[in-house]
């Protein structure tokens, strides 16, 4: 409390009786009242020369406490449910861990290859990894080839081509991998898939993508995308060894690849694909892929 410089002011809350020894107790004794300072009506109380007014605000009737309320017991909780959704969150939660966050669409043909690699004898082994390092520099050498060359002296270019490759790469022997290129391009240069590939607007080579795709992001690389009469189309390059016969069957293997190739141009460039070619280089044959 501070000390009043001109007037000291009182207030106080009233619940029907003034107990020994509270400050309003005090007041009273001091001014030798023998009323109850708070009883109903307001007057003026002197104290030596000074005087206090004392007002009564207003009143109230004193509420009685009451016992809290009491709360009806409760059936236990069944957990049956929140154990059951915590089941499906956990299973759900380890599916995601064991999922990767980068897909592709030859993710699965190369998981399969990866499978196949440890149950068959070591020649074979290998020559599935020169198919590998075949296909690898095919694709190189035509992302760079321009198609409306003579294609008369083709394997001088070759050769410079193989020539400036990582000798990482080449560390077989280089003239048989020459042979083995000449005697590809020898057979898809003169081919009619070819022949559409010169007459026709290149719009991208190599073309990489990256797109959301369901719980996953799909990521590729679209070997040739071109235009022809205003209609726009995809090319994917194979260098499997493969009979005419099996054509048809091999290229079942990868429809889910075009397919998802068409899904990510169609998302990107807002336009209808009309076509999915695949292009076996080593017969110089080519297979639509059916566009639904």
């Not at 206090?52 to 069944?78: C, F, G, H, R, Y």
């Not at 154990?83 to 043909?109: V, Y």
Request: include cysteine.
């Amino acid at each position: 409390m501070t000390r009043a410089r001109e007037h000291l002011r009182f207030s106080a809350a009233y619940n029907g009786r003034l107990s020994g020894g509270s400050l309003l107790t005090h007041v009273q004794e001091a001014l030798g009242e023998t009323e109850n300072l708070l009883e109903d009506r307001d007057n003026i109380l002197t104290l030596g020369e000074g005087a206090i007014l004392k007002q009564l605000v207003s009143k109230t009737e004193p509420v009685a406490l009451s016992s809290p309320a009491k709360i009806p017991p409760q059936n236990p909780m069944d957990l049956k449910h929140f154990t059951k959704t915590w089941a499906i969150r956990r299973k759900t939660c380890e599916t995601l861990q064991k999922t990767l966050l980068f897909t592709s669409p030859t993710l699965e043909i190369n998981q399969a290859e990866a499978f196949t690699k440890g149950g068959i004898p070591p020649e074979e082994s290998r020559i599935i990894t020169n198919g590998k390092l075949i296909g690898n520099l095919a694709h190189r050498f035509l992302e760079r080839w321009d198609f409306s060359s003579d294609i008369q002296h083709f394997s001088d270019r070759l050769h410079h081509f193989l020539n400036g490759q990582p000798a990482s790469e080449m560390a077989e022997d280089a003239d048989r991998l020459f042979s083995e290129m000449l005697q590809i391009f020898k057979v898809f240069f003169h081919s009619a898939p070819y022949r559409e590939l010169a007459g026709a607007t290149i719009l991208g080579r190599e073309v990489p993508f990256l797109i959301p795709w369901e719980e996953q992001v799909l990521k590729g690389t679209i070997d040739m995308l071109y235009e022809r009469e205003g209609r726009l189309y995809i090319a994917d390059y194979k260098t499997d060894r493969v009979q005419p016969k099996d054509l048809k069957t091999k290229a079942q293997i990868y429809q889910p690849q075009l397919r998802h190739y068409r899904a990510a141009v169609q998302r990107a460039l807002k336009r209808e694909v009309a076509g999915l070619k695949l292009i076996f280089l080593r017969l110089g044959a080519e297979i639509e892929i059916p566009n639904d």
